[in-house]
C-alpha cells in the first residue's frame, strides 16, 4: 500500500497498517467446512460471492460437499447454490478430457450415488409396470370386443340375472363370492331403512318373470352379454392393478422379508412424494377414477331397484362412459409416468457421467477471487 502523503502543518507523517510480516503474525485462512486454518491459499478456493471467515474453502472439502448434495438434489448441469450466500457454484472442467485406463475405471465405478439412482428406477418399473400391464390387456380385451362387434354384432341382450353366463370361473367365481359374505349385512340395512322384508326382494326385482310367456326381462341397462362379460373382466383388471400396488408397498415397509437394500426398491411412495406433478397425476389420474368406478359398481349391484340409481347409472353415466373414463385416465396416466421416467433416465446418466467426472478430477469447482491468492494459484 502507498504511504500517504504528509498532513500539512503536523510535522508528523502517518505510517501504513503493518502487516503479517512486520508484526510477526503469519495471516491464516480458515475452511469453512473443515475449519482447519491454513497459512497459505495453495490448496484453497474463493468459489462464491462470501466474504470474511466464509471466503476461503479446500478444493477437496467443496468438491465432497457437491457430491453430497448432488446425490440429494440430481441436477445433470452440476447445478450446487453455496448453503451461505445462494450463489452457484461454477463447476467447469480442468483443461482437455484425456482418459487412459485408470481414468476410465474411474468414470465407470459403482458408487453409492449409483445405488440412490438404481433404487429410484426400480421404483419406477414397479409404480408403471402394474399400470401398463393393465392397461394394455384392457385396450386388447376392448379391441377383442369391437371386432366382434363390428362381425356379428352386439349378441342377445343381458337378462335380469345380473351375472352373464360366460366368463372365466376365477372372475365368475369371485363375484359370486362377495354377495354371500355381504348377504345378512346388506339384508339388516335395508330392512332398516327400507322396510324391507327380504334382501333377496330387492336383488331379484329384475329376474322375475316379465309376460305370460315365462322368458325373464332385459336387464334395465339395456346392454349386451359380451359387453357384460368384457366390464367384469375391466373390474378385475382394476381391483388387481391395485392390488399389486399394495403388495409392492407391503414388501417395502415390512422389515425381514427382504434384506434393507432389496426392501428399498419397493418403496414406490417414495418416489410418488418426491415430486408434487407426480403426486397429483397419481390421485387425479389413478384414485380418484377409481373410487368413483367402485362407487358406481357397489351402488349398481345393490340398490339398482331404486329409480335415481337407474337414471344416473343407466342413462348417463352408463358403464360405457365408466369404461371410456378409466382407459383414458390410464392411458394417460401411464403415458406421463412413462415419459418422466425415461426423462428421468436421460438425466440421471448425464448426472452419473458429470458426478463420476468431478469425482475423478476431470471436473473442478472454480474460484472467484480474480484478485487474490486463488488467482495466483491457478494463474
Excluded at 467446512?33 to 462470501?50: G, H, T, V
Excluded at 365368475?172 to 363370492?177: I, K, S
Aim: glycine content about 8%; overall charge neutral.
Amino acid at each position: 500500500m502507498p504511504k500517504k502523503p504528509a498532513s500539512k502543518g503536523s510535522g508528523q507523517q502517518e505510517c501504513p497498517p503493518a502487516g503479517p510480516a512486520e508484526t510477526g503474525a503469519a495471516e491464516e485462512y480458515r475452511c469453512w467446512i473443515c475449519l482447519a486454518d491454513e497459512e497459505r491459499l495453495d490448496d484453497m478456493i474463493s468459489p462464491c460471492a462470501c466474504v470474511g471467515t466464509n471466503r476461503y474453502v479446500h478444493e477437496a472439502c467443496i468438491k465432497t460437499y457437491c457430491l453430497q448434495y448432488l446425490a440429494m438434489h440430481p441436477s445433470p448441469e452440476l447445478r450446487v447454490p453455496c448453503p451461505i450466500c445462494r450463489s452457484d457454484y461454477q463447476i467447469v472442467p480442468r483443461g482437455a478430457l484425456r482418459l487412459d485406463r485408470a481414468g476410465w475405471r474411474a468414470l465407470l465405478r459403482f458408487t453409492s450415488t449409483d445405488r440412490e439412482l438404481l433404487l429410484r428406477h426400480c421404483r419406477y418399473v414397479l409404480l408403471i409396470a402394474p399400470l401398463l400391464a393393465s392397461t394394455v390387456l384392457a385396450w386388447r380385451w376392448v379391441y377383442d370386443y369391437w371386432e366382434d362387434l363390428w362381425e356379428r354384432g352386439s349378441g342377445p341382450p343381458l337378462l335380469a340375472d345380473g351375472l352373464p353366463a360366460h366368463g372365466p370361473p376365477v372372475l365368475r367365481g369371485a363375484l359370486t363370492w362377495m354377495p354371500e359374505q355381504l348377504h345378512e349385512l346388506l339384508q339388516g340395512v335395508l330392512q332398516q331403512l327400507w322396510q324391507s322384508k327380504d334382501v333377496g326382494d330387492v336383488l331379484d326385482a329384475y329376474a322375475d318373470a316379465g309376460d305370460a310367456t315365462g322368458q325373464q326381462k332385459p336387464h334395465a341397462a339395456g346392454i349386451s352379454r359380451n359387453w357384460s362379460a368384457l366390464y367384469v373382466w375391466l373390474q378385475y383388471v382394476q381391483w388387481y392393478k391395485v392390488l399389486c400396488w399394495l403388495l409392492i408397498m407391503v414388501i417395502g415397509g415390512s422389515d425381514g422379508l427382504l434384506p434393507p437394500a432389496a426392501r428399498d426398491a419397493f418403496r414406490i411412495e417414495e418416489l410418488l412424494l418426491t415430486s408434487d406433478a407426480r403426486t397429483q397425476l397419481f390421485i387425479f389420474g389413478q384414485c380418484c377414477p377409481f373410487v368413483v368406478s367402485k362407487l358406481r359398481h357397489f351402488l349398481v349391484s345393490w340398490m339398482a331397484w331404486a329409480w335415481p340409481v337407474q337414471l344416473l347409472f343407466y342413462s348417463a353415466f352408463t358403464s360405457h362412459v365408466e369404461v371410456a373414463l378409466t382407459l383414458t385416465c390410464d392411458t394417460v396416466v401411464g403415458a406421463a409416468l412413462l415419459g418422466d421416467w425415461l426423462a428421468n433416465v436421460r438425466t440421471d446418466l448425464q448426472l452419473r457421467l458429470n458426478l463420476n467426472r468431478l469425482r475423478s478430477g476431470h471436473y473442478e469447482v472454480a474460484s472467484r477471487d480474480h484478485g487474490g491468492a486463488g488467482a495466483r494459484k491457478n494463474s
